[in-house]
Structure formats: structure tokens, C-alpha cells
């Protein structure tokens, strides 16, 4: 389906960028905007795809990420942990008379808890095939729903998400503290403060309205709040990603260079030196891998 190239789409919640794939395996051309599957209206998706191919050409789709879910354009299952890239390639939703494919997410449950995943499955599978990431390790994902990925031999074996992302967004949008959030973060003094008490482990809910007191009080000036509180959030945030895992073969932050600075300033307070990796570039690598199974598979 895909000799003569194909455009590769991360369709996310919030945010969906697509890429012309020649034979070669060259990017020929991209597009990025904010129409993520919340911002498709209720059958709205045969419309969205056709956008799609009149920006990038009239070729086979293969689309990765939330556009496989249960709120997306055709539901793929998700693949259960421990997985690899060829689990991915032999497990594609096809829909033929649209020629288009989607990868499935990953799931993992044990004795305690459940999660899933989708999109970053092919990052992390990309990164470990272009040699950008190790086969054994720790990998952190920032963004909306942030994952912490343990990898062994090139798999995936299990991870665990964190709403870090979501939450601050929500925070800014709806709650008390969103006058002081609009602001861009930075990895600075004010941020390191906010990740250092967020690694401490008290209850997010206290910590948080202290920021309100703090501005008010006089003890944390207003531009200050939105490093802070990101700090805060991530700090609690690698706190959990770090609780429980073997990362002594190396941390990795995959994922947009905003976020995996941020994520790599935090690992640093905390004592952990993390490489940070361009996720566009692991994405990309990781349909290469997928197609390229399923074309030694046809």
C-alpha cells in the first residue's frame, strides 16, 4: 500500500501534524495545526481526512495516536505490554476504502493499576530503531498525558502516565490560579523552587492553593506563579516516574524541546541526568520501521 510513499499523521487530542512520505522515505512536506480529534466535530472526520490529502497529496494514510480511540475516526485495539514494533506493523486497523491505516496504542495492567497509551508508541519505537534511544532504559514523554516508558531489548514493557500536562492547562483555564498562568515557563530559579517541593511528596491539592496564598502573602511574586506551579506539577510528576523503575541504564525525555527541557531541568534537581531527544524526528522513524515490517510481511 505504501510503495509509492504515504503521508504518516500524529493525530493527537489537542494538536495534528502530517507528513508527505516520497518512495525515497524523504519528508517532502508537512503541515501542523490545532485540529487534534477534539476539534472535530461529531462526523466530522471523512472531512478532516480529505484536508489532509489536499495539503499533502492523494496518497495512502498511515496514522498514529488519539485518532485510533474510542472519541477518534475508527477505533483501534490497543496491543498489551510487553510490545514491539513488529506487534505494531502486524496489528494495524486497516480501513481500505479510505486506504488508510492506524497504529494501535499499547496497554498495560498488572495486580494494581491499568494504562494505556497511544502516539508515543511509535516515538519510542522510532527512537530505539535510529539509534536515538538505547534498547534498555527509562523514557519519559512529555505532553498532554506525560508517560514514563520502561524499555528492555527494544520493547516496550510497561509505563505509567501522569495528567501533568492537562492539569496545568485545566489550572490555567478554570481555576483560582489561572490570572497567574499565562505566563511561559521557563526552567529558571522559580520553576527549580516549585519542582524541588513537588518532589517532596506532599498533597498536590495543598501545595497548590499555597501558590494563591503565597502571591497574595507577598512570599511569590505573581510572575513567578506559572514557573512555580508547572514546577510544582512536574516535580510530583517525576517523583512518580522515577518511584519503582530500574533507570540505571539512562533516562531519556523524548518529546517537543519546550517540554523536554523542563522535564530535564526537574530530573536534574532530582539528581538524574537525562538526554533529551526531538520526538517529530522519533515519529517519523518509527512508521519507516512499521512499514517496512509490514512490506517484508506482504
Known sequence: MWTNGYIAVDWGTTNRRGYRIGADGRCGGEFEDAKGITGVAPGGFPAAIAEIRERLGDLPLIMAGMVGSNRGWVEAAYVPCPAGPETLARSLTIIAEERAA??????FADRTR???????????????ASGLVPPDGLVCHPGTHNKWATMENGHVTGFRTVMTGELFSLLGEKSILSQWLGADVEPGPAFRRGVAQGLGGAALTAELFGVRAGVLLGRLAPEDAAPFTSGLLIGADVATGLAGTDHGAGIVVMGRPELTRLYAAALDEAGQQAQE?????AFLAGIAEIAEIVRQLA
Open 114 to 128: 491499568a494504562d494505556v497509551m497511544r502516539g508515543e508508541e511509535v516515538q519510542l519505537f522510532g527512537a530505539v
Open 277 to 281: 531527544v526531538d520526538g517529530e524526528q
Open 102 to 107: 492506524i497504529v494501535p496504542g499499547l496497554s
